[in-house]
Structures are given as structure tokens and as C-alpha cells.
């Protein structure tokens, strides 16, 4: 068995007048991501990740936001296409382990639903994702709440 690990991290700002969505579940929040589909910083770590572990660039390569085919796509589309790229070399997600950093909202009782959610998207089984929340103790962008970033490392292997 081959295994390999990728890393995946992904900001975007947060503004008035979006919506904001979070691990494929959509959050109350007097605020949203700014980007050019529905901006998911942890979706999009995820499949940065999943993209690198496999050798296959990222996110942007893939789905560049200068194609109107992506201009506010769900992510959790964007999930699916990565797993699928990745499974059609051959691979298969191991696990995931992911940070979300961000103020507010609070996430810690969202995130079951979002690892059940990225679970049926990758078809995977919900024990092996890992998501985590912290606040950067106000300090930086994400502190200040202009902000929020996401971390992920994810490992695949190749049977």
C-alpha cells in the first residue's frame, strides 16, 4: 500500500451582504465569505489537501475563479469533483484532520453536521474527519474579524 499526505489552507474575507457556509452547512452570521463560488475555507483547505497529497496542484488549477462555470458553485460540488480526480488515479482517502479559525460564529456545535455532511459528499465514513475550531485569541485578520482561514491535512492511499 502507497500512502501519501497532503496540506490545504485557505482564507477568505468576511463581508456583509453573503451568506455564510462552512464546512457544506450554511451558518447564521451577520456576515459571509467573499469569493468567487461560495467561498468555504474548509471545503477548499480540504481539497487542497486531497489535490496535493495526490500530486495534482490545486484548487484554483482545477476550478479557477476566472470560470463563470464556478461563479458561486457549492464547494460541496467541488468536493466531489476532488475525490473523484484523486479516485481516478487510483486513490482513496485515509483521513482528514482540519482546523477552522474564526472569532465568531462558534462552531463547536456545528461540527458534527459538517463532518456528516463532507462524510456523504467524499463518501467516507464520518469517524475519519476530524474538524476543529479555534479563535486566534483576537489577534491578526481572523482576530479582528475580517476574516477566517482553515488548515487541513489529509492522508490518501493507493491500494
Not at 485557505?10 to 463581508?15: G, K
Not at 456583509?16 to 451577520?30: K, T
Not at 496535493?52 to 496542484?57: D, E, Q, S, T
Not at 484548487?59 to 466531489?80: C, M, Q, R
Request: proline share 2%; charged share 25%.
Amino acid at each position: 500500500m502507497k500512502i501519501r499526505v497532503g496540506f490545504g489552507y485557505d482564507v477568505h474575507a468576511l463581508v456583509e451582504g453573503r451568506e455564510l457556509w462552512l464546512g457544506g452547512i450554511q451558518l447564521q452570521h451577520e456576515k459571509g465569505l467573499l469569493g468567487h463560488s461560495d467561498a468555504d475555507v474548509l471545503i477548499h483547505a480540504v481539497c487542497d489537501a486531497i489535490l496535493g497529497a495526490a500530486n495534482m496542484r490545486d484548487i484554483g488549477y482545477h476550478f479557477p475563479d476566472t470560470a463563470g462555470e464556478y461563479k458561486n458553485i457549492d464547494s460541496k460540488v467541488l468536493l466531489k469533483k476532488t475525490v473523484t480526480l484523486i479516485r481516478d488515479k487510483g486513490y482513496e482517502i485515509g483521513n482528514i484532520d482540519a482546523t477552522i479559525c474564526a472569532e465568531r460564529p462558534k462552531l463547536k456545535a456545528h461540527i458534527p453536521r459538517m463532518q456528516q455532511i463532507m462524510a456523504q459528499v467524499m463518501g467516507i465514513e464520518e469517524e475519519d474527519i476530524s474538524i476543529k475550531a479555534t479563535t486566534t485569541e483576537k489577534l491578526g485578520f481572523t482576530g479582528r474579524e475580517e476574516g477566517i482561514s482553515a488548515y487541513a491535512v489529509v492522508l490518501i492511499n493507493k491500494l
